[in-house]
C-alpha cells in the first residue's frame, strides 16, 4: 500500500497535526506527505525528516499560498491515483479540502478516523462520539481525514525522506485569498497542548479570561472556551472546543464555568484526567470529571493560582 | 438572485441518542426529529439576503423519507419561498447527497447555494465541498460572514487559527458555521402560510442518480463511558490530587 498525507503547513512550519496523520498512514503502507505551497521549502525539508515517511512530495506555486480547497483538490486529484489511501488531519484545513477531492474521484470520505481496523475498514464517531461507527469502504482510493487525539505523533525527526519537486501547478481560478486575522499567543496550541484549561458562559465576560490565562501560564497551558462563551463574544472562535470546535485529548483539562453540554463534552472528554470547577453542583459536567469543585469560579480560580505558586515552587 | 437551500431532518441536538442493542445504528423510532441546527442557519441566511433585497427567490430541498417535507415547511415557515423533497426511503451518504443536490441545480439553477457545513448525526461535514465539486463551481465553507458583490463573494470563513476572508468567483457554496448568524422562529402566521407553499416530490432515479453506499456501516457501538470521579472539599485539596495522585501537574 502507498499512501498520501496532505501536510499542514503556513508556509514556514509543519503543523503537529500532519505528525497524528503520518502515524495513522504508516499503519496503511508506506507514506509519502505532500507539501503544497509558496516559498516552503523548509516545511519539505522538515517532513522530511519525519520518522517512518518515505518520500516528500514538494509543490511550489503562488496557487497553493493560501491551502484554497480548488488549487489543492485540483492537485490531490492529479496525484490520487498512485497512492491506496490519501490521508489529511481532521483540521478546518483538511475537511475543506478532501471532500472536495473524493467527490472529483467519485469516492466517499471517511471523516476523522479514530482507529484502523485494516486497509479498508476504520472507526468514526458519530452523534458527536456519542457512538462509534466501523465502516468499511468499497471505494478503489480511500480518502480520509484523520482524528489528531487519536494518534500518537510521529515523531519529528529521525527520518531522511527523499524530496522530489513536482511541477504540476493548479490553479482553478475561482477562489483567492484575502486576509486572515489569526490569534497571535505565545501559549501551547489547543489541540496539542498537554494541559487546557477552558472557560465557559460562568466566565461573565471576556476580560475574565485574564484569570484563566493566568493559571494557565502557570501550568504552561493553553486556553480554551465553550460555544457558549464564544457566542456570547468573550473569546474568539478559535478557543473553542466541542463537537463543531476543537477536539482536544490533554492529560488535563480543567473546565472552568462551563455546565457540560453534550457538544462541548464530544470535544474533550478524551482528556486523560477532566477537572470541573462549577458553583453549580448539578452541572453534567461533574458526572465525567475525575475531580470536581463546587464554588464560585471568582473565588475557586485565584485560589488555584495561589496553591500552584505553593505547589510549583 | 435565486438561492438554494438544503436542509436535513435528523435527531433533535438535545436528545440524548441510544445505540440500538443489536449494534446496527442509532435508535430513531419514537425520537423527536428537527432540522439539522447548521441548516437553520442556512436557512436564515438565505432570508435575510432576501429581505435585503438581493435575492429573490429561496428554493429549499431536502432528501429523505416523507417526514422531510415537515422540515421543509419549517424553512418555508422561516421564509423560503418553495419546496423540493427527493424522496427515498434508502440511506444516503453526502456523495449521493451531493449527487442529487446537483440534479436539483441543474433544473433550478441557482446562483447561490448555501447549507450546513455539517450535519450532527454523522458529523461527516463533507456535502457542500462535494456539490461544489460536482459542479465545478468555488466554495466557502465554515461561513461566518458573507459580502455578495458583483459577481464575487466575500466569505469570512472559521478556521483553527481564528477567521480567515477568501474571495470566490459565482456561482458558489456555501457551508454555514455557528456566528454567521442567529436562526429565527417561525411565528405562527408564517407557519400558516407555509402550509400552502408548493412542495415538488421527485425521486433518485427522476435525477438518473445512483444512491448505492460506498460506504457499508459494519457495526455501531457505544463508546467507553467515564464514571464521575470524586466531588472535592477545596481547591488545595484538588492541587494536592492533580500533584500526587493523577501526577498531571
Known amino acids: 500500500m502507498s499512501v498520501l498525507v496532505l501536510a499542514e503547513h503556513d508556509n514556514q512550519v509543519l503543523k503537529s497535526a500532519t505528525l497524528n496523520a503520518v502515524t495513522a498512514a504508516a499503519e496503511l503502507g508506506d507514506v509519502t506527505i505532500l507539501v503544497a505551497g509558496k516559498d516552503c521549502q523548509g516545511v519539505a525539508e522538515a517532513a522530511s ?4 515517511v518515505t518520500k516528500v512530495l514538494h509543490a511550489e506555486s503562488d496557487a497553493y499560498a493560501n491551502h484554497l480547497a480548488e488549487n489543492f483538490a485540483a492537485l490531490l486529484v ?14 478546518t484545513s483538511g475537511k475543506n479540502i478532501m471532500p472536495r477531492v473524493a467527490a472529483l474521484l467519485d469516492v466517499a470520505q471517511i471523516s476523522e478516523i479514530i482507529s484502523i481496523e485494516s486497509e479498508d475498514t476504520f472507526v468514526r464517531p458519530i452523534y458527536a462520539g456519542n457512538a462509534l461507527a466501523t465502516v468499511k469502504s468499497s471505494d478503489a482510493i480511500k480518502i480520509i481525514t484523520v482524528r489528531g487525539t487519536a494518534f500518537e505523533a510521529a515523531q519529528p525527526e529521525g527520518g531522511s525522506a527523499a524530496i522530489e519537486t513536482i511541477s504540476i501547478d493548479k490553479d482553478a481560478g475561482l477562489s483567492s485569498f484575502i486576509g486572515a486575522v489569526l490569534t497571535q499567543s505565545e501559549r501551547p496550541e489547543l489541540t496539542s497542548a498537554r494541559i487546557i484549561i477552558s472557560g465557559g458562559r460562568g466566565m461573565q465576560n471576556g476580560d475574565n479570561f485574564k484569570i484563566l490565562e493566568e493559571v494557565a501560564d502557570k501550568l504552561g497551558a493553553a486556553v480554551g472556551a465553550s460555544r457558549a462563551a464564544v457566542d456570547a463574544g468573550f473569546v474568539t472562535n478559535d478557543y473553542q472546543v466541542g463537537q463543531t470546535g476543537k477536539v482536544v485529548a490533554p492529560d488535563l483539562y480543567i473546565a472552568v464555568g462551563i455546565s ?9 472528554k478524551d482528556s486523560k484526567v477532566i477537572v470541573a470547577i462549577n458553583k453549580d453542583a448539578e452541572a453534567p459536567i461533574f458526572q465525567i470529571a475525575d475531580y470536581g469543585v463546587v464554588d464560585d469560579l471568582f473565588n475557586a480560580i485565584p485560589e488555584l493560582s495561589a496553591e500552584l505558586d505553593k505547589a510549583l515552587s | 438572485m435565486k438561492v438554494l437551500v438544503a436542509v436535513k ?26 432540522m439539522n441546527p447548521f441548516d437553520e442557519i442556512a436557512v436564515e441566511e438565505a432570508v435575510t439576503l432576501k429581505e435585503a433585497g438581493t435575492v429573490d427567490e429561496i428554493v429549499v430541498v431536502s432528501l429523505g423519507p416523507k417526514a422531510c417535507q415537515e422540515t421543509i415547511r419549517t424553512a418555508l415557515a422561516m421564509g423560503c419561498d418553495r419546496g423540493i423533497q427527493v424522496e427515498t426511503d434508502a440511506e444516503l451518504q453526502p456523495l449521493a447527497v451531493a449527487k442529487l ?23 461527516s461535514s463533507q456535502t457542500g465541498q462535494m456539490l461544489s465539486a460536482l459542479l465545478g463551481w468555488s466554495q466557502g465553507t465554515f461561513a461566518s460572514k458573507l459580502e455578495l458583490a458583483d459577481g464575487m463573494t466575500n466569505v469570512t470563513r472559521e478556521v483553527d487559527g481564528g477567521l480567515e ?3 470566490i468567483k459565482m456561482p458558489c457554496v456555501i457551508t454555514t458555521d455557528l456566528r454567521l448568524n442567529v436562526p429565527r422562529y417561525a411565528s405562527l402566521p408564517n407557519i400558516m402560510k407555509a402550509k400552502k407553499k408548493q412542495i415538488d416530490v421527485f425521486s433518485p432515479d427522476d435525477l438518473g442518480v445512483d444512491v448505492t453506499p460506498r460506504l457499508e456501516t459494519l457495526k455501531v457501538t457505544e463508546p467507553q463511558k467515564r464514571k464521575a470521579g470524586a466531588v ?11 500533584k500526587n495522585e493523577a501526577k498531571v501537574i
Open chain 2, 101 to 123: 443536490l446537483k440534479g436539483i441545480v441543474e433544473k433550478e439553477s441557482p446562483d447561490l447555494i448555501i447549507v450546513g457545513k455539517q450535519a450532527i448525526d454523522d458529523d
Open chain 2, 232 to 242: 472535592l472539599e477545596n481547591v488545595a485539596e484538588l492541587v494536592d490530587k492533580l
Open chain 1, 78 to 91: 492529479e496525484l490520487a491515483s498512485d497512492y491506496s489511501h490519501v490521508l489529511a488531519p481532521a483540521t
Open chain 2, 165 to 167: 476572508t477568501i474571495k
Open chain 1, 49 to 52: 525528516k519525519v520518522a517512518g
Open chain 2, 9 to 34: 431532518r435528523l435527531i433533535d441536538y438535545n436528545v440524548k441518542i441510544r445505540v440500538k442493542p443489536d449494534n446496527t445504528g442509532v435508535e430513531t423510532a419514537n425520537v423527536k426529529m428537527s
Open chain 1, 260 to 268: 457540560g453540554a453534550i457538544q462541548h463534552l464530544a470535544g474533550m
